[in-house]
């Protein structure tokens, strides 16, 4: 896969610059590639360093995608290379440390982007699933646009919501993280408004009047960066109201919260299916937890039931092991080969439904694989 960061500066009107990162891979929806992460977090290092910059702004100029999600098929290759060495009798690339590292310079970009002391607006029109809600939902100013469509899908490959899952499905009102989990249910730019998923949303063709109005405010005579950046981006959106579109999600709120109470997995996942209501939106939800990987299902609950209090840091620590061990399993490679690489949306499970998974394998899961020390990501505070 040959994704790339395109970089630019854009001069203010008082000398100061605007950082501008677009992400470069239409062919796969702007999927995030090793390299596109590397670069990515080296330039932000460098923004962060730089006086001259004031303002950071992360898009992609393929309206399609901002972000559809980490490159699941090159994790797929690496698993599928290393399988067919070991038959062989071969020394090959270890799948668990091309995941190992793929995860940690995918989660240590996105914590950069949580953690980035100047305002750093990411404008999310489009797709924005997996991986890309990692870069978008840690951005000081998220802004989508009403064709935008927000997601965590991981349970139809066999992953799990990470890229931070853990926290910020934890920060969403009761319920609703683990339902946006357990169905991959795609959320409208009203709807992420509403469950302050995103800040603003803007018309695609004002972009460029957003960029134009922070290149002429006078940095210089700011004392409240990050507010003049919401004062520029609130100006534009009342503009764009009219052109928002009907709540999906929120009609159903209270159901959604009703359904994720119960005392098991099992007994939520018939609470979900039995939620009344008619349409595509809520339909193609109940389908894709029907068809979605059991072990993906038990792994979100998990994230939502026992992690709720857990800091960001943590979150992103506890992920790469998972992460890592989901890649060894099976569970996720098979996802991938039966929606990305074969196509035939048939994946073979290696449990047939919720109920009859071995729980052991979950805790397997769960288990630390780096003493505290030597974790990659030890260093995140």
Not at 185 to 209: G, P, W
């Amino acid at each position: 896969m040959t994704g790339k960061m395109n970089f630019s500066e854009l001069p203010c009107q008082d000398g100061h610059r605007i950082g501008v990162a677009a992400l470069d891979n239409p062919a796969s929806l702007n999927a995030l590639t090793l390299d596109m992460l590397k670069q990515l977090s080296a330039q932000l290092t460098d923004w962060a360093q730089d006086d001259g910059i004031v303002c950071v702004f992360l898009h992609s100029d393929f309206a399609k995608a901002f972000c559809a999600g980490g490159d699941v098929r090159a994790m797929y290759h690496a698993m599928l290379s290393a399988e067919s060495h070991k038959e062989a009798g071969e020394l090959g690339a270890s799948p668990e440390a091309f995941l190992t590292e793929y995860f940690s310079v995918e989660y240590r970009c996105d914590y950069q982007i949580h953690q980035f002391k100047k305002p750093l607006i990411a404008w999310g029109e489009g797709i924005v699933m997996g991986g890309g809600i990692g870069l978008f939902v840690g951005a000081g100013h998220r802004v989508v646009t009403p064709s935008s469509s927000l997601a965590m899908p991981e349970i139809t490959i066999g992953l799990y919501p990470d890229v931070g899952g853990t926290w910020f499905l934890n920060q969403l009102p009761g319920g609703v993280g683990l339902f946006l989990g357990l169905t991959g249910a795609r959320v409208n730019a009203s709807d992420a408004l509403d469950l302050k998923m995103t800040d603003h949303i803007l018309l695609a063709d004002q972009k460029e009047a957003l960029l134009a109005a922070l290149c002429d405010l006078n940095w210089q005579a700011v004392t409240d960066h990050d507010q003049a950046v919401t004062n520029c981006l609130s100006q534009l959106a009342e503009s764009a109201k009219p052109a928002w579109p009907p709540s999906q999600m929120i009609p159903y709120f209270p159901q959604i919260m009703a359904a994720c109470v119960g005392r098991n997995l099992d007994e939520i996942c018939q609470q979900i299916q039995a939620i009344d209501g008619l349409g595509t939106w809520l339909e193609t939800a109940k389908a894709t937890l029907r068809k979605g990987s059991p072990i993906s299902a038990h792994t979100c609950y998990r994230q939502v039931r026992d992690y709720k209090n857990i800091s960001l840091a943590d979150s992103f620590r506890l992920e790469l092991g998972l992460s890592v061990r989901c890649g060894l399993l099976g569970e996720f490679q098979e996802g991938v080969r039966a929606h990305l690489i074969d196509k035939t949306g048939e994946p073979q499970w290696i449990f047939p439904n919720v109920a009859a998974v071995d729980t052991s394998v979950i805790d397997d899961l769960f288990a630390p694989m780096w003493h505290e020390d030597d974790h990659p990501l030890a260093d995140l505070v």
